[in-house]
């Protein structure tokens, strides 16, 4: 990396005219925001034409003026489909486009930029594109839904062990335990939705800080560009990243709810555990042990959590001591977005994939229940039930729990007589409560995991996902 000044050219930088020598090398390839803004380039064209039928609708720009604009910009929207320009030597998206309207039309293309400065423009390209982003996700959200709402329906009869403090706490219905997914995947998208109202507040017209004096119509820009408002401070239009902070945030979440998914599954399809079955195409082998079928799909999410979590509180970092109003800071900003964006897009779809393709082993989460402690809870409910108070309750069915370990068996393995010992309320009726699906059955109430009421969850965990955009409330 030389430490020479670059070679620069009159018109090569939207600011020399105020230096004498161009921008140091070294300084040039540091701060050249063009590699990862480049994704920006419809964005930037399309903010561009509305700003230039802007300029022509209040007389700022002559009528034909602004139409040699609007064609221009609309020739490069064209011939860029659709992977955009090619990467060269401009500092940035911004200064490509007008580069290459330069040269399509000459000293017009200068004209372009009255009015707007590229602070106000950069931020109204990056919320454009994050705005585009947000429908997107929700997209990909509801596939990941999809998939968990296809496999609780092919194991809904399947029982398996709950777990809290990953100890066996009480039996649920497999299709119960994957649809708690849906509903927090449900949040992430009412999270995703209500960031996309935030983000949809125009700051073009906000110009370097202080607004402009030309008779700018911010109202029409907004609407052309799909706004729902503008924002009302210049200053806070350019200076705050808050917006891109917030869908971080969002996006941090939904990583922690595919983390934790991940994690339950790498632990099912252990060989300790055996309960899932994992789709070959989401699997890879060892290089050195053929036996080997690893559950890369499912770590690599896990993992990449971490790299999204990082970039929140990178952000967080960048913001929490910037003076108003820009400053080159807040250039971190877009390569924390979008690769905040591609990693959870990415994860989301592998999550999808790799959930239709579960295959559960009812038989061996059933064996691992059997003989458990589970139904214990159903001794002191069923105690209570006779009138017994529960805290009373809850220490007999503990010392019948006790017993059962000292025996070596679990609590289904108990006769009639042994359970009589410990209360003289216990009759016949209560054995058949004790068996993993009888437990399961018995849970009715709202949101429990009775089969009855997993139907109606299932019901309307569909209609919830049937339609974009819609979420959980």
């Given at each position: 990396?030389?430490?020479?000044?670059?070679?620069?050219?009159?018109?090569?930088?939207?600011?020399?005219?105020?230096f004498?020598?161009?921008?140091?090398?070294?300084?040039?390839?540091?701060?050249?925001?063009?590699?990862?803004?480049?994704?920006?380039?419809?964005?930037?064209?399309?903010?561009?034409?509305?700003?230039?039928?802007?300029?022509?609708?209040?007389?700022?720009?002559?009528?034909?003026?602004?139409?040699?604009?609007?064609?221009?910009?609309?020739?490069?929207?064209?011939?860029?489909?659709p992977?955009?320009?090619?990467?060269?030597?401009?500092?940035?998206?911004?200064?490509?486009?007008?580069?290459?309207?330069?040269?399509?039309?000459?000293?017009?293309?200068?004209?372009?930029?009255?009015?707007?400065?590229?602070?106000?423009?950069?931020?109204?390209?990056?919320?454009?594109?994050?705005?585009?982003?947000?429908d997107?996700?929700?997209?990909?959200?509801?596939?990941?839904q999809?998939?968990?709402?296809?496999?609780?329906?092919?194991?809904?009869?399947?029982?398996?062990?709950?777990f809290?403090?990953?100890?066996?706490?009480?039996?649920?219905?497999?299709?119960?335990?994957?649809?708690?997914?849906?509903?927090?995947?449900?949040?992430?998208?009412?999270r995703?939705?209500?960031?996309?109202?935030?983000i949809?507040?125009?700051?073009?017209?906000?110009?370097?800080?202080?607004?402009?004096?030309?008779?700018?119509d911010?109202?029409?820009?907004?609407k052309?560009?799909?706004?729902?408002?503008?924002l009302?401070n210049?200053l806070?239009?350019?200076?705050?990243?808050?917006?891109?902070?917030?869908?971080?945030?969002?996006?941090?979440?939904?990583?922690?709810?595919?983390?934790?998914?991940?994690?339950?599954i790498?632990?099912?399809?252990?060989?300790?555990?055996?309960?899932?079955?994992?789709?070959e195409?989401y699997?890879?082998?060892?290089?050195?042990?053929?036996?080997?079928?690893?559950?890369?799909?499912?770590?690599?999410?896990?993992?990449?959590?971490g790299r999204?979590?990082?970039?929140?509180?990178?952000l967080?970092?960048?913001?929490?001591?910037?003076?108003?109003?820009?400053?080159?800071?807040?250039?971190?900003?877009?390569?924390?977005?979008?690769?905040?964006?591609?990693?959870?897009?990415?994860?989301?779809?592998?999550?999808?994939?790799?959930?239709?393709?579960?295959?559960?082993?009812?038989?061996?989460?059933?064996?691992?229940?059997?003989?458990?402690?589970?139904?214990?809870?159903?001794?002191?409910?069923?105690?209570?039930?006779?009138?017994?108070?529960?805290?009373?309750?809850?220490h007999?069915?503990?010392?019948?729990v006790?017993?059962?370990?000292?025996?070596?068996?679990?609590?289904?393995?108990?006769?009639?007589?042994?359970?009589?010992?410990?209360?003289?309320?216990?009759?016949?009726?209560l054995?058949?409560?004790?068996?993993?699906?009888?437990?399961?059955?018995?849970?009715?109430?709202?949101?429990g995991?009775?089969?009855?009421?997993?139907?109606?969850?299932?019901?309307?965990?569909?209609a919830?996902?049937?339609?974009p955009?819609?979420?959980?409330?």
């Amino acid at each position: 990396m030389s430490d020479q000044p670059a070679q620069d050219t009159p018109g090569a930088t939207l600011w020399g005219g105020r230096f004498s020598a161009g921008v140091n090398a070294a300084l040039h390839q540091f701060q050249a925001s063009l590699p990862f803004d480049a994704r920006m380039w419809r964005e930037d064209i399309t903010a561009s034409i509305a700003h230039a039928r802007m300029l022509g609708a209040t007389g700022i720009l002559a009528e034909e003026e602004a139409n040699g604009l609007i064609a221009g910009l609309q020739g490069l929207l064209t011939d860029w489909e659709p992977n955009g320009p090619a990467i060269d030597a401009q500092e940035d998206i911004h200064s490509a486009v007008e580069a290459a309207l330069r040269e399509r039309l000459g000293p017009l293309a200068g004209k372009l930029h009255t009015a707007r400065s590229r602070n106000d423009q950069v931020a109204t390209d990056f919320r454009l594109y994050l705005r585009r982003a947000c429908d997107e996700l929700d997209g990909r959200l509801r596939e990941a839904q999809q998939a968990f709402i296809a496999c609780a329906e092919v194991h809904f009869d399947a029982v398996m062990p709950g777990f809290t403090h990953l100890q066996h706490a009480q039996p649920v219905s497999t299709a119960h335990h994957l649809l708690a997914y849906v509903w927090m995947l449900s949040r992430d998208r009412e999270r995703v939705a209500d960031t996309r109202r935030r983000i949809n507040r125009l700051p073009l017209g906000a110009a370097a800080l202080a607004g402009t004096k030309f008779p700018i119509d911010r109202q029409l820009v907004a609407k052309e560009l799909g706004f729902e408002a503008v924002l009302e401070n210049s200053l806070d239009a350019v200076a705050d990243r808050d917006f891109a902070v917030e869908l971080i945030a969002a996006l941090s979440l939904v990583m922690a709810h595919l983390s934790r998914v991940c994690e339950e599954i790498i632990l099912w399809a252990s060989q300790e555990f055996a309960w899932v079955e994992l789709p070959e195409g989401y699997c890879t082998g060892s290089s050195i042990m053929p036996q080997k079928k690893n559950p890369d799909g499912a770590e690599l999410i896990r993992g990449k959590s971490g790299r999204v979590f990082g970039h929140l509180l990178g952000l967080l970092t960048v913001l929490k001591g910037l003076p108003l109003a820009y400053n080159k800071d807040l250039q971190e900003d877009k390569e924390a977005a979008f690769d905040a964006l591609d990693t959870t897009l990415a994860c989301l779809q592998i999550t999808a994939g790799m959930v239709r393709g579960l295959k559960f082993r009812p038989e061996r989460m059933l064996e691992a229940l059997a003989g458990d402690m589970s139904a214990a809870t159903e001794i002191a409910d069923y105690l209570a039930g006779k009138g017994m108070p529960f805290r009373q309750a809850h220490h007999v069915s503990g010392e019948i729990v006790r017993y059962a370990e000292s025996r070596g068996m679990g609590l289904d393995g108990l006769t009639l007589e042994e359970l009589q010992v410990f209360s003289p309320l216990i009759e016949a009726d209560l054995l058949p409560l004790l068996p993993p699906q009888a437990v399961v059955a018995a849970k009715t109430s709202q949101g429990g995991t009775a089969p009855d009421r997993v139907r109606e969850q299932l019901a309307n965990a569909r209609a919830i996902v049937a339609e974009p955009g819609n979420s959980a409330t």
